[in-house]
């Protein structure tokens, strides 16, 4: 077979504005490198350590919370105009968490394997000498 894709096919190829290590948020297409020796290296993604899944573990703990308030307390009914205050916002709380898990989840953080140290940043001004110091 050719390289080249039949006139009639669609090309499936990275197109050519593309950079090695140049993915795109939500690309699933591995940089030039690891095509080329074909290892297809595993993701580091932040895992626990990424802030969404702190904060949708910590309004699923607080919706749960209010949802068995809402269920097992006195609603107090006659302070919210009638509504189970404890028990919506509860409810509101876990579809919440449940959506900042998903994104998490769908949308993995991905930590770069190599980043350059702050002393070899090229735009960071080197020190200066004070004037009249030996």
């Known amino acids: 077979m ?5 006139p009639n096919q669609p090309d499936d190829r990275v197109p050519d504005d593309r950079v090695p290590g140049d ?7 591995p940089d030039a490198d690891t095509r080329a020796n074909g ?3 595993a ?3 932040a895992g626990a350590f990424d802030i969404r899944n702190i904060i949708g573990l910590l309004l699923g703990i607080y919706g749960v919370v209010l949802v068995l308030a809402g269920l097992f307390l006195d609603p107090e ?3 919210t105009g009638g509504i189970n205050a404890n028990l919506w916002a509860g409810l509101a709380l876990v579809v919440g968490s449940v959506l900042f898990l998903a994104w998490a989840r769908l949308r993995p953080i991905v930590v770069p394997e190599h980043v350059d140290l702050v002393e070899d940043d090229p735009t960071r001004p080197g020190p200066s000498r004070r004037p009249g110091a030996h």
């Not at 050719?2 to 039949?6: A, I, L």
């Open 2 to 6: 050719t390289d080249h894709p039949h």
């Open 23 to 29: 993915n795109r948020p939500g690309d699933d297409l």
């Open 39 to 41: 290892t297809g290296g």
């Open 43 to 45: 993701r580091h993604t």
């Open 77 to 79: 009914k006659a302070k």
